[in-house]
């Protein structure tokens, strides 16, 4: 008897659980991340609160975010960056690829970087997706815009190919 009762309370809380997750206000939506790099450097890749996507531009499904924004959503993002995208890597002497040792050499100088933002209020469903702007410095800025980058309704004004100074503010 105890054991039933036990059952039936478990199967009530388990829709009120269910039909707190079911809310508008705890509503979720796949969208796509976009990387917008603003550096000299590459972006290899980054991630997103655990979403992977590719640095090297344009967008890569997906990220799960709230369907409606609220107060404290945050980002935590990590990145690498390749200082040096343009190094020419030899070819072997003999045989095909890239010289290993070259190439080790080069991924050493990799610099990892991790951050955490505050996602900007969207009104509605106005929500695009999340970009992730990297600034120099190791910065970066999040938008959920619909608007393009270079657009005078995008929020982030920053223009691109930004010159490392040579002191960073801590």
């Not at 200082?83 to 020419?88: D, G, H, L, S, V």
């Not at 990799?110 to 509605?124: D, K, L, M």
Request: hydrophobic share 35%; aromatic share 10%.
């Amino acid at each position: 008897m105890f054991c039933k009762s036990m059952r039936r309370g478990s199967y009530a809380l388990l829709g009120v659980m269910l039909y707190g997750c079911s809310s508008a206000e705890n509503e979720m939506a796949g969208g796509n991340i976009e990387a917008v790099n603003h550096t000299s450097n590459a972006i290899n890749w980054l991630s997103v609160n655990g979403y992977r996507a590719d640095g090297g531009g344009g967008s890569s499904c997906c990220i799960i975010m709230p369907t409606k924004w609220r107060p404290g959503l945050m980002a935590h993002i990590e990145w690498e960056v390749d200082p040096n995208r343009f190094a020419k890597i030899k070819r072997r002497a003999k045989g095909f690829g890239f010289d290993e040792e070259a190439w080790a050499a080069h991924k050493a100088k990799f610099q990892r970087h991790s951050a955490t933002v505050e996602i900007p209020e969207w009104s509605g469903t106005d929500s695009c997706g999340l970009k992730v702007h990297f600034l120099v410095c190791n910065q970066i800025k999040v938008t959920t815009s619909c608007w393009g980058y270079g657009s005078s309704h995008n929020p982030i004004k920053e223009p691109l190919e930004m010159k490392e100074p040579a002191i960073c503010p801590k």
